[in-house]
Each structure stands twice: as structure tokens, then as C-alpha cells.
């Protein structure tokens, strides 16, 4: 069953998919579930290509739409840079036989389909009219701010830059680390000697990790140099690092949960309890989102402000922060910076795979302000 709506109606349904997504897409497919007449948030796809069958393409679309809990009907944006196509026989809109594949498994799937608009640089209009016509653009600008107090002008990418950093502060940072890595030693041990104050200070810090890690979630100020090489030392050990990831995930319960996991595990090859990985691959209950984004701006700061052959660690976790927040265009910038200094680092790789494979974790198909 399809549902057509007025022009009026698709107008202002367009207006508001800004501010469900959170951004304005560009050069993207977005996917609305709907539960009865509401619908709660927006999935974005890259527009289908060559490179993957577009009935893989729209099964692997609508099947994501379908694990959203409870829903029973989708809708259909296409924003696009193609013009539409003017002929004699009236207009073709860019992408309709993608679309027409989109809908047809929908149908399939039992869905019900609400709308189904194209949105190009000329206007936009619907795929369900017999005859589709061109409106303006002005008709579809969402309100200012986005109508949600938020600015949704920029597009999907829109705030995955890393900060910008001066070069002194890098190299405070770099500085910092190495006298912090020197104080350490090999295996993480404090050397005995003379070491820079504020080495010590920060070894102190490193007393209780998870501790740590839930302070530089509570810090209203950019991290010193000292406290940003101290988390780029823990981001750079893997047992650390898993537990930053868990801890950020969960709570400091969870922390110190999986440091314990991670321990047993270094010293006599247990097997770590399954609620762990849980988290990794993002299962289980949901984060709480403020506290995924405190996190986040403080490995993107620290990843702005470290050498650069330290940086794939705090990325990776960038990356996956983003990925758990339902962000994978910008998890995926982060794993490309990865790539770029070290392709081989595990981790990332291991993200890239979940990511590539439209992977997602289960809490965003899940009703709710958590998703």
C-alpha cells in the first residue's frame, strides 16, 4: 500500500528530514521508518553504484529499515547533484529505477510506503506522481536552525574534521609524550632518576585507569599537554585502549570490568566475559549518547594534538565512537586517516570491515531517545 501525499504535505515532510538526520544530505539515499504515522529518525545510504547489484543494494537498504523496532512503513528521499532529465513525454527523475527497486522490496518486506522524493539543485518532486513535476527549492528549506534548536545546514560529513591545532601545541603534545614514555620505560614501569614533575603527575594519573578515563569525561577545559599524552599512551596499548572503548560504552562499572577481563586474559589467556565484546561490536544496552560525545571530543582534540605516527589509536577509537552514535560517514573519515599512516593497524581494519559491511550497532534500530 502506497501513501501519497499533497505537495503541501511532502513539502514539509521534506523540511523536516534535515532535523531528523541531523545534517542535510547530499549525494545520498535517506530512509525514514515509520511506526503507524510517526517516524523517529533517518538512515542515509551512499547513492547505489556500479560496483555493487542494485537488488543487493535495495535488500541490504530495506533490511535495515525493517530492523528499526516496530516499524511498518519507510519513506524515500534521494538528494542528488543530477539534473532531471526534460523530454517530451514530461520529466525523469535521476535514480527512478533505483528507486522503483527500493520501493518493490519494501512491498515485499510488508512495508508501507509514505512517500518516495527526489531533491536535485533544480527543485525536487515525487517518484509516486504519474506526472512529476518540478517545485522549488525554497519550498523544502527547513526552518532556521534547523526547526530543533540544531544547525543541520552542513551535510553528512559536516564536523568530522579533526580541531585545528598550532603547531606549538602539537609539539607540547609530542614533547610531553616522549618524557612521558621515557619516565615509563619499557613495559610501562617508572624509572628510578630524575624524571620532569609533570611526567610524575601524570604517571599519577595513570594509577587508576579507568578513574582516568572518567575524568577526562568530566574536564570542562582542553586536556594539558601532559594529561593528552597520557591518554595517547593508554589509546596506544591495546588493553587499554578496549577498556577506554568498553568504559565510554558502558559506565565506570564497565570499565573496571573489562580491565580485570583484559588482566586475566595478559596473564593467564582467559577467555574475557562475552558482555565485553558485547560493547565492541555494539550489542547489548544502549550508551548513553552525552556520554559518547564527551568522549569523542576528547579523542578528536587528542588526535589533533599528537604526532602524527600516534595518531591511529586515538582515531580508531574517534571512529568507533562515531559508529556507535549511528555516524558512519564519519567513522569512516576517521579510518581513512587511519590508512593514510599506518594500513595495517588491527583494529581499524576490523572497524572498516564492520562498516563496509553496513553493519551497524543494535541500539540504533531500537525506538527511543537512546537511538
Request: hydrophobic content about 45%.
Amino acid at each position: 500500500m502506497t501513501t501519497v501525499l499533497r505537495a503541501s504535505g511532502s513539502a514539509e515532510f521534506l523540511r523536516m528530514v534535515p532535523s531528523l538526520a541531523g545534517f542535510t544530505p547530499r549525494q545520498s539515499v535517506v530512509l525514514l521508518p515509520f511506526r503507524g504515522a510517526r517516524t523517529y529518525g533517518a538512515m542515509r545510504l551512499d547513492l547505489p553504484h556500479d560496483d555493487v547489484p542494485l537488488e543487493r543494494y535495495a535488500d541490504a537498504a530495506v533490511g535495515l529499515v525493517a530492523r528499526v523496532e516496530g516499524t511498518d512503513a519507510v519513506a524515500v528521499v534521494v538528494y542528488t547533484d543530477e539534473g532531471i532529465q526534460h523530454t517530451r513525454d514530461g520529466l525523469v527523475l535521476p535514480f527512478a529505477v533505483e528507486v522503483d527497486e527500493l520501493l518493490g522490496c519494501a512491498d515485499d518486506d510488508g512495508l508501507r510506503v509514505v512517500d518516495a522524493l527526489c531533491v536535485t539543485p533544480e527543485g525536487w518532486s515525487s517518484y509516486l506522481a504519474a506526472e512529476p513535476e518540478l517545485r522549488p527549492s525554497a519550498e523544502i528549506e527547513p526552518p532556521a536552525g534547523g526547526g530543533l534548536g540544531d544547525d543541520v545546514s552542513g551535510d553528512q560529513s559536516a564536523g568530522s574534521g579533526l580541531p585545528t591545532v598550532d603547531l606549538a601545541e602539537k609539539e607540547r603534545v609530542g614533547r610531553a609524550l616522549r618524557d612521558l614514555e621515557t619516565a615509563l620505560g619499557d613495559g610501562g614501569r617508572e624509572r628510578s632518576g630524575r624524571m620532569n614533575p609533570q611526567a610524575v603527575a601524570a604517571i599519577a594519573m595513570l594509577e587508576n585507569i579507568p578513574a582516568f578515563f572518567e575524568s577526562v569525561l568530566r574536564t570542562t577545559e582542553e586536556l594539558p599537554p601532559y594529561g593528552t599524552a597520557a591518554l595517547l599512551w593508554c589509546l596506544d596499548r591495546p588493553l587499554f585502549r578496549d577498556v577506554a572503548i568498553v568504559q565510554w560504552g558502558s559506565d565506570l562499572a564497565g570499565g573496571l570490568r573489562a580491565l580485570g577481563a583484559q588482566l586475566a586474559f595478559a596473564d593467564a589467556a582467559e577467555v574475557p566475559p562475552d558482555e565485553l565484546g558485547d560493547v565492541l561490536l555494539g550489542q547489548g544496552p544502549a550508551p548513553d549518547v552525552e556520554r559518547l560525545r564527551l568522549a569523542l571530543s576528547v579523542v578528536r582534540q587528542a588526535a589533533a594534538r599528537a604526532p602524527r605516527a600516534s595518531r591511529p589509536p586515538a582515531l580508531t577509537v574517534a571512529a568507533w565512537l562515531s559508529w556507535a552514535l549511528g555516524r558512519s560517514t564519519h567513522a569512516g573519515h576517521y579510518l581513512d586517516l587511519v590508512r593514510e599512516i599506518d594500513p595495517h593497524y588491527g583494529l581499524a581494519m576490523l572497524f572498516d570491515e564492520m562498516i563496509g559491511g553496513a553493519m551497524l550497532p543494535e541500539w540504533v534500530f531500537r525506538r527511543g531517545p537512546a537511538a
